[in-house]
Every structure is written in C-alpha cells, then in structure tokens.
C-alpha cells in the first residue's frame, strides 16, 4: 500500500510563491498534482514519470509551476510560482502508472489535500 503525505500548502498574496511536497511510500510511481477549487471538478496540474524522464503541465500553469523529483527521497515537489487567485484550490498529489501522465486514469494513489489560497 503506498502512503502519500503532502505539505506545503497556505495562504499566499498573489505574485507569491509556494511549494508543495509529496512523499511517497513504497516503489517509484509515476506521480502528478492535481486541484479542485470549490464548486469545480478536479484537473490537471502537473506530472513528472517515475524516472523524470516525461514531464507535463496544464496550459494555466505552463511557464509558473515546476514539478520535480528526488527518487532518493521518494518525493515529488511542485514550485508554484507567479500565483495568481485562480490558483486556489486543494491540491492532491497521486502516484500510480497512468498511460497518460495528464489523465487521472491510472493514478491509484491519492493523497490527503492541501489548501492552497492565493488572495488578491
């Protein structure tokens, strides 16, 4: 069973920046963000192969987020950016083998949620 522990999260003026962690139990999976603002469906953030040889981004976050890994600490991270109030939202990490890494298809593992709150 893989655990998924994410921090980082909080309240940040727009302009600002965060960073998100995720550390992961168990074997390399393939690993991605996700949010969900409220009142919307969950999407696509971003993703990194569990090698970092494929990386993909949402068009609303090209150019403003970053996502890495470090397989020698089993986590994946998501530097945030040029935040914008659009940006609020609970993100999720997850972990699995999706055929596409920005469809959630695929991603077995999902973690608790952190609040991300961008003010204006």
């Known amino acids: 069973q893989v655990q998924l522990v994410e921090s980082g999260g909080g309240l940040v003026q727009a302009g600002g920046s965060l960073r998100l962690s995720c550390a992961a139990s168990?074997?390399?999976?393939?690993m991605g963000w996700f949010r969900q603002a409220p009142g919307k469906e969950r999407e696509f953030v971003a993703a990194?192969?569990?090698?970092?040889?494929?990386?993909s981004y949402a068009d609303s976050v090209k150019g403003r987020f970053t996502i890495s890994r470090d397989n020698a600490k089993n986590t994946a991270y998501l530097q945030m950016n040029s935040l914008k109030p659009e940006d609020t939202a609970v993100y999720y990490c997850?972990?699995?083998?999706?055929?596409?890494?920005?469809?959630?298809?695929?991603?077995?593992?999902w973690g608790q949620g952190t609040q991300v709150t961008v003010s204006s």
């Open positions: 997850a972990a699995g083998d999706p055929p596409v890494l920005h469809r959630n298809v695929g991603y077995n593992y």
């Open positions: 168990g074997r390399r999976y393939a």
């Open positions: 990194i192969s569990w090698n970092g040889g494929s990386i």
